[in-house]
Nanobody, 128 residues
Framework: QVQLVESGGGLVQAGGSLRLSCGVSGRTFSSYVMAWFRQAPGKEREFLGRIRWGGFHEKYADSVKGRFAISKDNARNTVNLQMNTLQPGDTAVYFC?????????????????????WGQGTQVTVSS
């Protein structure tokens, strides 16, 4: 059974940092791309960034470029999201997701429907 489990969310003051982790299990993800999304109340799910499990190239949304960084730990089977200089507008539920790295995926990588597996989400609240 494939499982993606996020952790590390919580309450932080504006300007602070948080590090989210996504533990993956249940299959080999070497041909998959791992991504982070977030969803604020009343808004659509927003792509934040991705990293190829079998590689190192990352790609980020303009809204978080320079503040957020994705990394992976192959030994621990985790994908991490380091978030710096957090602002109240970053308050949301954060999700990790996985998609098979196909040409169709790369044409649609910002869309939720491109992802096969999802975690349950972790709440991040940034106070002003």
């Amino acid at each position: 059974q494939v499982q993606l489990v996020e952790s590390g969310g919580g309450l932080v003051q504006a300007g602070g940092s948080l590090r989210l982790s996504c533990g993956v299990s249940g299959r080999t993800f070497s041909s998959y791309v791992m991504a982070w999304f977030r969803q604020a109340p009343g808004k659509e799910r927003e792509f934040l960034g991705r990293i190829r499990w079998g590689g190192f190239h990352e790609k980020y949304a303009d809204s978080v470029k320079g503040r957020f960084a994705i990394s992976k730990d192959n030994a621990r089977n985790t994908v991490n999201l380091q978030m710096n200089t957090l602002q109240p507008g970053d308050t949301a539920v954060y999700f990790c997701a996985a998609a098979l790295a196909t040409p169709d995926y790369y044409s649609n990588y910002k869309a939720s429907r491109a992802y096969e597996y999802w975690g349950q989400g972790t709440q991040v609240t940034v106070s002003s």
